[in-house]
C-alpha cells in the first residue's frame, strides 16, 4: 500500500522586494544628494501650502524650519544607534559625550514643533543658530581634515550622503534664515 500524505506541502519561494538602484558614475554625483533634494522639495511644498491662502514670508519660513527639523529628526530616529555612531565620526560632542548623539534628534524636534507652533521665536530662533553654528564648524573641521564620512544629516538609514559643502550650505540656509527671523521681529 501506497502512502500518500493527505496534505501537500510546497515550499513557497521569498519574493525579494529589494529593488535595483543603480549607483551613480563619477558624471552622476548629484545623483547622491537626490534623497536631499527630494526632501527638501516636499517640505518647502508642505510649508508652501501652509500659506495657501495668505502668504506671510515669517510664517512660510518659521513653519519651513519647523517641518525640515521635524523631518531630520524623523529620519535620525529610524534609526537612533546608526545616527549616534555617524554622528560621532565628526562631532566632537557626541564622540566625548556618547548620549548627545541620542539627544540631538530630540532637540530638532522641539526645536520644530516649536517653529510650527511658532512659539517663543526668538529664543527658538537663537537657538537654532547656536545648534546649528557649532554643527557646521564641526563639519568644516572633518571637512578641513580631508575626512571622507557619511553625513548623518538624514539618519543612518543608508542613504550614502557624503559630508560634504552641500552639509555646511544646508545649515548656513538654516543659521540665515532663523537670523532673518529674528531681524523680521
Known sequence: ?????????????????DIP????????????????GITFVFVIGAAGITQATSFEVHNFMSNLMGILLITFSYLKLLNPKGFRMSFAKYDLIAFYIPPYGYIYPWIELALGVFYCLHLYSLIINS??????????????????????????????????LPLSYVTISEDLVMILMASVMIGIQ
Open 1 to 17: 500500500m501506497d502512502s500518500k500524505p493527505c496534505c501537500k506541502t510546497e515550499k513557497k519561494s521569498a519574493i525579494s522586494l
Open 21 to 36: 538602484v543603480p549607483s551613480p558614475s563619477p558624471d552622476q554625483k548629484w545623483f547622491r544628494f537626490y534623497p536631499l
Open 127 to 160: 537657538l537654532t543658530i547656536f545648534v546649528l553654528v557649532i554643527n557646521m564648524s564641526q563639519v568644516l573641521r572633518a571637512l578641513f581634515l580631508k575626512k571622507s564620512l557619511e553625513c548623518a544629516c538624514m539618519g543612518s538609514l543608508g542613504f550614502k
